[in-house]
Nanobody, 124 residues
């Protein structure tokens, strides 16, 4: 079993930066691909980015390419999402997720464990 806890959300202005963190429990964190998804009110949960267990492969939604960067520190059982040049359209609850696979996926159905979410609000 893996437990995930996000932190780092908040209210910022357009153009600002935020870094989200996701701390994971368990001794096999490096075996799990992890990712970030986001959900705005009244909308479906969308893929943002994901990274393989060893950090050798990353994937991004087109809407965040060049602005967001995912990384992980397996020694600390922690994943990060650096978000730069934030836009009002990035406003959503952000969830970290882990899958019992080394290889990352862009589909939320493939993820087995989820955090409780952290709110990011970007004002114009």
């Amino acid at each position: 079993q893996v437990q995930l806890v996000e932190s780092g959300g908040g209210l910022v202005q357009a153009g600002d930066s935020l870094r989200l963190s996701c701390a994971a429990s368990g001794r096999t964190f490096s075996m799990y691909a992890v990712g970030w998804f986001r959900q705005a009110p009244g909308k479906e949960r969308d893929f943002v980015t994901a990274i393989s267990g060893g950090g050798d492969a990353t994937f991004y939604a087109d809407s965040v390419k060049g602005r967001f960067t995912i990384s992980r520190d397996n020694a600390k059982n922690t994943m990060y999402l650096q978000m730069n040049n934030l836009k009002p359209g990035d406003t959503a609850a952000y969830y970290c997720a882990a899958t019992r696979s080394y290889h990352a996926s862009t589909y939320y159905q493939n993820y087995d464990y989820w955090g409780q979410g952290t709110q990011v609000t970007v004002s114009s």
